[in-house]
C-alpha cells in the first residue's frame, strides 16, 4: 500500500495557535529575560577581567540565548513564508529582529571580554575536557573581537539595523507579497503569487514559458524602482559599516562567516570558468532538441519532454526514500520521519513566499521544510535537497549550540549530496534513454546553475559593490551589470537574459547573509567530490560522512577537507577533479541526443 503524505505542515506541534500563539509569546517573553540578565552581567562588568567561573557562566547561558533564538527565528520564518499577509507574523518578526540585536549586543560585549583575557589563562580555561567542542568557535570569536568597532558602537549599529539595515530587507517581502500575476486557468483569469508564477517559467510547454517570461519580467520592472531602492540602502549600510570597522573588501565579512579563505574561492571559481565550455555544448544540445537555435533564459530550465507527467508528491516520497536508504539507514529514517510527521510545507496555493527553505528546532529537536510543490523533477531535486539540510541539522542537534553552528557553504554540501543520491538512484532505475536524457537534463540544469547561475550573481554582486562605494546605482545600471554578469557567465549560450534578475531573487536580499550565492557552488562541488568518495569506498563511507557533517561547526573548510578527505581545497586539483565529475554527465547527454 503507498503512503500518503500531507502537503501541510504541522506547525501546532511546535506552538499550537500560528501567529497567535500564546505558548510562543511566552517562550519569547522567557527568551527576552535571559538575554536581558546575561547582557545586564556583561555590561555591569566593566574593564574588570572576568574570572572562570564568571566565563563559564556567561558561556553557559550564552549557549541558552542562542538555541532559544534559533528556535523563535525558526518558527517566525515559517509563519511568515506560509503567509505573506499575516500581519502578527510580520510583527513577531521585527520583535525576534529587537532580541537578536541585544544578543548581538551580548555577544559583541561577551566576544570582547574572552579577548581581554591573557593568552595563558585563556588557554588554561578553554582547554578542558568539557569545552573541548566549542574551543574553536571560542577562539574564533575571540579573533573577531579584534577585528572590530568596540562594543558599545557595534551595538548602536546592532540597534540602528532593526529599522535601518533589518528593515529594509523585510520590506523587500512586502514588495513580493505586491506582485499578482494574471493568468488563464481553464479560461478563467487567477491571480497567482509570485512562488506560484515560477513554476510555470520551466513549463514543457514553450508557450506557457514564454507567456510567464514576458509577464514575470513585466512584474519586476513594475516593482524595479522599489526594489532597487532596497538594495541600494542594504549594500549601503554595508558598506559604511565596513567602512568604520576598516574593513575594504566586501567579501571579507562572508569568506570568514563561511570559514573559508580566499585562495579557497578562487581556486573554486577558477576550476569553474574551465567547465563553462562543456555546459555551453549541453546548452547548444538542448536548444537543438527544443527545435531552437539558442536557448532564452527561461528556457534553461524547462524539460526536454513536450510532455512531462507530473509526479506526484507521495511518489516523489519513495524515490527520495529509497534514494537516501542505498546511502545510509540514518538518513532514510530521517526522511520518512519529515514525510510522515509532517515537517513538509508543498502546497501550491497563493500567499506563501516564494523559495524553499530547511530551518531547525534545536529545542525541540525537530526540522521544518517550506517549498511550494507542483509535480517537476526541479521539485523532486529541491525535496530532496532541504531534506539534506534537515538530516545535517539532526547529526548536530546534540552538540553544544556554539558547536551546531556551521556556516552556510558546508550547509549546501549537505543538501547538494542528497540531490546527488537522488539524481544518481533515479538515473539507475531509468526505464529507457528517453528517461535517461531527462533525467541527465535534469543534473545538467543544475551544473548550469550553479557554474553559470550562481557565477553570474557573484560577478553581479562583486561589481555592484564596487559600483554602490561611489553612489546609488539606477534600475537601468542595475539592468545592465545584471545582464553584462550573465553574458561572462553564460558566454554566448543564451538568445535572451533577464534584466530585472537583480529584482526578482531574494537572496540579495538577505541580511543575514551577504553574498548570498558562492556558498551554493561551493557546497556543490565539495558535495560531488564527497559522493566520488562514496563510490569507491562503498557503504562505510556514510559513517564517515556524518563525522564530516557533524564537524562542520568547529573547523575551518580547508581543515575540515584535509582531517576528512586529505585534501587541499586552497589548491586547484580537488576543484577540477569535481568539475571533471560534473561535466562528464555531458559526454552521455551528447550521446543519447545522438551527436
Given amino acids: 500500500m503507498k503512503p500518503s503524505y500531507s502537503l501541510k505542515w504541522d506547525l ?57 533564538l534559533r528556535e523563535a527565528d525558526a518558527f517566525v520564518s515559517c509563519i511568515t513564508a506560509q503567509d505573506m499577509g499575516d500581519k502578527r507574523a510580520i510583527a513577531w518578526t521585527e520583535r525576534i529582529q529587537t532580541l537578536s540585536a ?28 568539557e569545552r573541548a567542542l566549542i574551543a574553536f568557535p571560542l ?24 529599522n535601518g539595515y533589518h528593515g529594509w530587507g523585510e520590506h523587500y517581502n512586502t514588495i513580493v507579497g505586491r506582485i499578482s500575476i494574471p493568468w488563464d486557468e481553464n479560461g478563467e483569469t487567477v491571480q497567482l503569487s ?37 538594495l541600494n540602502r542594504l549594500s549601503g549600510f554595508r558598506l559604511k559599516l565596513y567602512e568604520m570597522r576598516g574593513w575594504h573588501d566586501p567579501l571579507r565579512e562572508p569568506l570568514r562567516m563561511n570559514r573559508m579563505s580566499r585562495e579557497t574561492l578562487d581556486a ?18 538542448k536548444a537543438k532538441r527544443l527545435g531552437k537555435e539558442k536557448l532564452t533564459w527561461h528556457d534553461v530550465d524547462a524539460p526536454i519532454a513536450t510532455s512531462q507527467a507530473k509526479i506526484p508528491y507521495d511518489e516523489a516520497a519513495v524515490l527520495i526514500t529509497d534514494a537516501f536508504a542505498q546511502f545510509s539507514p540514518e538518513m532514510v529514517k530521517l526522511a520518512e520521519t519529515a514525510f510522515a510527521d509532517r515537517w513538509i510545507e508543498a502546497e501550491d496555493r497563493p500567499g506563501k513566499r516564494p523559495g524553499g527553505f530547511c530551518t531547525s528546532f534545536p529545542i525541540n529537536r525537530q526540522g521544518r521544510i517550506f517549498m511550494t510543490y507542483s509535480g517537476t523533477p526541479g521539485n523532486v531535486s529541491t525535496l530532496a535537497h532541504e531534506l539534506g539540510h534537515a538530516y545535517h541539522g539532526e547529526l548536530v542537534e546534540d552538540l553544544p ?32 534513454d528517453e528517461e535517461k536524457l531527462s533525467l541527465l537534463d535534469d543534473r545538467l540544469q543544475r551544473a548550469v546553475a550553479f557554474f553559470m547561475n550562481i557565477r553570474a550573481r557573484f560577478l553581479f554582486e562583486t561589481r555592484f559593490y564596487e559600483r554602490r562605494a561611489s553612489g546609488m546605482l539606477e534600475v537601468s545600471e542595475l539592468n545592465e551589470l545584471m545582464v553584462a554578469a550573465q553574458k561572462e557567465a553564460f558566454g554566448d549560450a543564451l538568445d535572451s537574459w ?7 531573487k531574494l537572496h540579495f ?28 569506498e562503498g557503504a562505510g563511507f556514510s559513517k564517515r560522512y556524518d563525522q564530516l557533517l557533524k564537524d562542520t561547526g568547529i573547523m575551518t573548510v580547508e581543515q575540515l577537507a584535509k582531517h576528512h578527505l586529505d585534501v587541499a581545497l586552497d589548491q586547484p586539483k580537488f576543484w577540477e577533479d569535481a568539475v571533471a565529475r560534473v561535466v562528464a554527465d555531458v559526454e552521455v547527454f551528447a550521446e543519447l541526443c545522438k551527436e
Fill in 268 to 285: 573554486m571559481w577558477t576550476a569553474v570558468e574551465g567547465g563553462i565550455e562543456p555546459l555551453k555544448r549541453y546548452l547548444a544540445l
Fill in 139 to 162: 577562539n574564533e570569536r575571540r579573533d573577531s573581537a579584534k577585528d572590530k568597532l568596540p562594543p558599545a558602537l557595534e551595538a548602536v549599529a546592532s540597534e540602528l539595523a532593526i
Fill in 12 to 68: 501546532e506541534t511546535l506552538f499550537p495557535g500560528g501567529s497567535s500563539s500564546s505558548e510562543y509569546a511566552s517562550f519569547i517573553e522567557k527568551t527576552e529575560a535571559l538575554c536581558s540578565s546575561l547582557l545586564q552581567e556583561l555590561q555591569a562588568t566593566g574593564d574588570k577581567l572576568p574570572d572562570p567561573e564568571r566565563l563559564t557562566e556567561w558561556t553557559d547561558k550564552l549557549q541558552d540565548v542562542l538555541a532559544s
Fill in 401 to 432: 549550540p556554539l558547536a551546531q553552528d556551521y556556516a552556510m557553504n558546508v550547509a549546501e554540501t549537505a543538501s547538494t549530496f542528497a540531490e546527488a543520491l537522488v539524481g544518481d538512484a533515479l538515473l539507475r532505475v531509468a526505464q529507457n
Fill in 102 to 129: 541585544r544578543f548581538r549586543q551580548a555577544t559583541d560585549l561577551y566576544d570582547s571580554q574572552i579577548a581581554s583575557v591573557p593568552d595563558s589563562q585563556w588557554q588554561q580555561w578553554s582547554g578542558i575536557q
Fill in 509 to 536: 536580499y538577505i541580511t543575514d547573509v551577504p553574498f548570498y550565492n558562492f556558498p551554493y557552488t561551493f557546497g556543490y562541488l565539495f558535495s560531488a567530490g564527497l559522493v566520488a568518495v562514496a563510490e569507491r
Fill in 498 to 504: 533577464h534584466p530585472h534578475f537583480w529584482a526578482a
Fill in 194 to 230: 509570485v512562488g506560484q508564477a515560477a513554476n510555470k517559467l520551466d513549463d514543457p510547454d514553450p508557450s506557457v514559458r514564454d507567456l510567464m517570461a514576458s509577464k514575470w519580467e513585466e512584474a519586476w520592472s513594475e516593482q524595479a524602482d522599489l526594489a532597487a531602492d532596497t
